[in-house]
């Protein structure tokens, strides 16, 4: 009995087996990957449809005389921006990351060099954006870059806890753009009523914002029943 309790104390209150080793989780055990890869795959198709003929001409670009290399930028910002929203749907798979631990690390680090290539692009284009709103996307994709940076050195350290919480935190700022989209339009079918600079302003902030205070949530919630089952196996052997 007491190692059975030790054992699931060990692995962070998992569910084990009938050999003290954790279960390993079940891909269709976790209905929300496949809504949420659902999800990115229609943001992804929705916003690169007005640019599959790569051509500057016909492409929704804002103003940006004077500078040649706005497009080339946007493009390679683009590339690794699908590359991250795709990857990070990979690392937050919990049977992928059980199963095939070097897909899990190759995939992370396809997740670390796009959010940083793709983050550095957008910092460089995001001046040609409306002015309302800049400050809050540009603080978005810094905090990005910075809690993906955090997050890889975390696993390099094998401090993987940390690891865990802060790929959460860089999955909340990602998925912003999904928000933005969605507030975008909902704003924009209100601007009789909403001014329109108080739409762009509320949606450079409030996705990933409230993403990140959702995640808060959770990792809490996760915490507190963890805790809750330590409690109870100990109740049991006492």
């Not at 095939?100 to 957008?122: E, M, Q």
Request: charged share 15%; net charge positive; aromatic share 12%.
């Amino acid at each position: 009995m007491t190692q059975n309790v030790d054992a699931v104390a060990a692995t962070g209150g998992r569910a084990t087996g009938p050999t003290n080793r954790p279960t390993r989780p079940v891909w269709w055990r976790r209905p929300w990957i496949i809504p949420l890869a659902l999800v990115v795959l229609a943001f992804l198709v929705y916003q690169l449809s007005p640019f599959r003929e790569l051509n500057e001409e016909t492409a929704p670009l804002p103003p940006h005389d004077g500078f040649p290399l706005y497009f080339p930028l946007l493009l390679i910002h683009m590339f690794f921006g699908t590359v991250a929203m795709i990857t990070v749907v990979l690392q937050l798979w919990p049977w992928l990351r059980a199963n095939h631990p070097r897909v899990h690390r190759i995939s992370g680090r396809f997740y670390v060099v796009s959010a940083l290539i793709g983050g550095c692009t957008g910092l460089v284009i995001v001046p040609f954006a409306p002015v309302v709103g800049q400050v809050g996307v540009s603080m978005a994709t810094i905090t990005w870059m910075a809690v993906t940076t955090m997050a890889f050195i975390r696993a390099r350290q094998r401090q993987f806890a940390k690891h865990r919480r802060l790929m959460l935190y860089s999955f909340a700022i990602v998925m912003n753009n999904v928000w933005g989209v969605i507030l975008g339009r909902i704003g924009l079918s209100m601007t009789d009523v909403i001014d329109i600079n108080y739409v762009q302003e509320t949606v450079r902030w409030v996705g990933w914002v409230g993403n990140l205070m959702l995640v808060q949530w959770w990792i809490y919630r996760t915490e507190d029943r963890r805790k809750a089952l330590r409690r109870r196996n100990s109740e049991a052997v006492s």
